[in-house]
């Protein structure tokens, strides 16, 4: 299966590099003053960086599955 990865708003991103210092697995970097992914094969999917940027410019995305067709009955 295809690893997911935080995605990054370059636009938002200020390069203060607290997701960088919060990283366990040091699997984002800054490069050129922006958050980037460089070890997707490291992230673990944590919230850490998440929880550090302080513009909301990295963030894991939601993958939303739909149930196949089910039959719902009204209680
Ligand atoms: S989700 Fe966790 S492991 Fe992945 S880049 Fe963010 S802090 Fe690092
Ligand atoms: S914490 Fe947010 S604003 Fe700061 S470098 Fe990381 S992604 Fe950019």
Redesign the pocket.
Known sequence: MESTVPV?NLE?????????RQCPTHAVE?IAR??VIVRPSDCTFCDA?EQ????G??GRPFIVIFAPDQQWSRI
Do not use: N
């Open positions: 990054i938002r991103c200020t390069g203060c590099g607290w997701c960088v800054l922006k958050a960086c550090a940027c302080p513009t410019a990295i």
